[in-house]
């Protein structure tokens, strides 16, 4: 038996609670892994909460991120006592996922823990981070570099933009977050921020291509925000989009593309290549500052995940919520 934050579905709809659970009801998987670490992020709360179609099927556990030991392995790149990671792959969607004691798992999702992190550092991290890393390397590729410019970063208080807020700081941009609550502002500019601003200066409807400013941009929240921020970037500047906060839809024009050579760089952390993965992380081992993490992650236990994804979406969480899956 172990424990997990499990969903359930009835007639009178979505039901989440921590239950004790039998080894036989895992699914099918080549490796097991005893949990010790898994997140809440904002696709992990739409789950527990039912707010969003995020559950495929039912019953489920959550948790698209988990970071343990191998307990047994059939996959030839794994075997008992390995360190791994997990993030994405439809886990907490369609196959079960972290917030649990164990997980069984395709090993063809999992890579190495990194040296450099613990289990909690990597969940403090997590899938945030790593997509916070996506965009980095997606700016890096298409040549944006610190003297070009400012980077802006929208819902820049979230787990995604307080990791690119930290990591864009040390490899020295001029870093602006954009976010919807003052009382933030401290907290980004701790982080490494030049500059905070409302995200009401980015959320309503404006014209098509505005007084430019980004030399780059980093978007969480889609919708207007990200239509606004394409609208004043740069000429030749690169706008990464790896979120929908604020919206799924993209109110824009072609202008910024013809008229300034905007780039929209498209993120995807979920069915991301292994190869790619393993590079995200790597970078996150030496250009993280992980002296931050304590500032961008809170951990809880196991009995508080259901409750915290509440508020979470209630947007009274700011970072990161690591999960010990063993309290």
């Given at each position: 038996?172990?424990r997990?934050?499990l969903?359930?579905k009835?007639?009178?709809?979505?039901?989440?609670?921590?239950?004790?659970?039998?080894?036989?009801?895992?699914?099918?998987?080549d490796v097991?892994?005893?949990v010790?670490h898994?997140?809440?992020?904002?696709?992990?709360?739409?789950a527990?909460?039912?707010?969003?179609?995020?559950?495929?099927?039912?019953?489920?556990?959550?948790?698209?991120?988990?970071?343990?030991?191998?307990e047994s392995?059939?996959?030839?790149?794994?075997?008992e006592?390995?360190?791994?990671?997990l993030n994405g792959?439809?886990v907490g969607?369609?196959?079960w996922?972290?917030?649990?004691q164990?997980a069984?798992?395709?090993?063809?999702?999992?890579?190495?823990?990194?040296?450099?992190?613990?289990?909690?550092?990597?969940m403090?991290?997590?899938?945030?981070?790593y997509?916070?890393?996506?965009?980095?390397?997606?700016?890096?590729?298409?040549?944006?570099?610190?003297?070009?410019?400012?980077i802006?970063?929208?819902?820049?208080a979230?787990g995604?933009?307080?990791?690119?807020?930290?990591?864009l700081?040390?490899?020295?941009?001029?870093?602006v977050?954009?976010?919807?609550?003052n009382?933030?502002?401290?907290?980004?500019?701790?982080l490494?921020?030049?500059e905070v601003?409302?995200?009401?200066e980015?959320?309503?409807?404006?014209?098509p291509?505005?007084?430019a400013?980004?030399?780059?941009?980093?978007?969480?929240?889609?919708?207007?925000?990200?239509a606004?921020?394409?609208?004043?970037?740069?000429?030749?500047?690169?706008?990464?989009?790896c979120g929908?906060?604020?919206?799924m839809?993209?109110?824009?024009t072609v202008?910024?593309f013809i008229?300034r050579?905007?780039?929209?760089?498209?993120?995807?952390s979920?069915?991301?290549p292994?190869p790619a993965?393993?590079?995200?992380?790597q970078?996150?081992?030496?250009?993280?500052?992980?002296?931050?993490?304590?500032?961008i992650?809170?951990?809880?236990g196991?009995f508080?995940?259901?409750?915290?994804?509440?508020q979470?979406?209630?947007?009274?969480?700011?970072g990161?919520?690591?999960?010990?899956?063993?309290?």
């Amino acid at each position: 038996m172990f424990r997990g934050v499990l969903i359930q579905k009835d007639e009178t709809g979505l039901h989440a609670a921590v239950r004790e659970i039998e080894d036989h009801q895992l699914p099918d998987g080549d490796v097991t892994v005893r949990v010790s670490h898994s997140t809440i992020n904002y696709k992990d709360a739409l789950a527990i909460t039912g707010r969003g179609r995020v559950v495929k099927n039912f019953p489920m556990i959550p948790g698209i991120d988990l970071a343990g030991i191998v307990e047994s392995s059939s996959h030839p790149n794994w075997r008992e006592g390995d360190r791994v990671l997990l993030n994405g792959w439809g886990v907490g969607e369609s196959h079960w996922g972290g917030l649990a004691q164990k997980a069984r798992v395709n090993g063809d999702w999992l890579i190495p823990l990194p040296e450099a992190f613990t289990p909690q550092q990597s969940m403090a991290i997590g899938t945030a981070g790593y997509t916070a890393m996506l965009c980095v390397l997606a700016l890096e590729k298409h040549g944006v570099k610190p003297e070009d410019g400012e980077i802006l970063v929208t819902g820049a208080a979230g787990g995604v933009g307080s990791f690119a807020v930290a990591i864009l700081a040390k490899l020295g941009y001029s870093v602006v977050g954009a976010t919807g609550s003052n009382s933030n502002s401290g907290y980004l500019k701790q982080l490494g921020a030049m500059e905070v601003l409302p995200r009401t200066e980015l959320s309503t409807p404006n014209k098509p291509l505005q007084k430019a400013r980004w030399a780059g941009v980093v978007d969480v929240a889609g919708s207007h925000l990200l239509a606004n921020a394409c609208a004043s970037t740069k000429y030749g500047g690169v706008v990464t989009a790896c979120g929908l906060a604020a919206g799924m839809d993209f109110p824009s024009t072609v202008a910024p593309f013809i008229l300034r050579g905007v780039t929209l760089a498209g993120i995807d952390s979920v069915q991301c290549p292994v190869p790619a993965r393993i590079a995200a992380w790597q970078r996150l081992s030496t250009d993280l500052d992980l002296s931050k993490l304590g500032d961008i992650g809170q951990e809880i236990g196991l009995f508080e995940a259901v409750p915290a994804a509440t508020q979470l979406l209630n947007g009274q969480v700011r970072g990161r919520l690591i999960i010990n899956v063993n309290q």
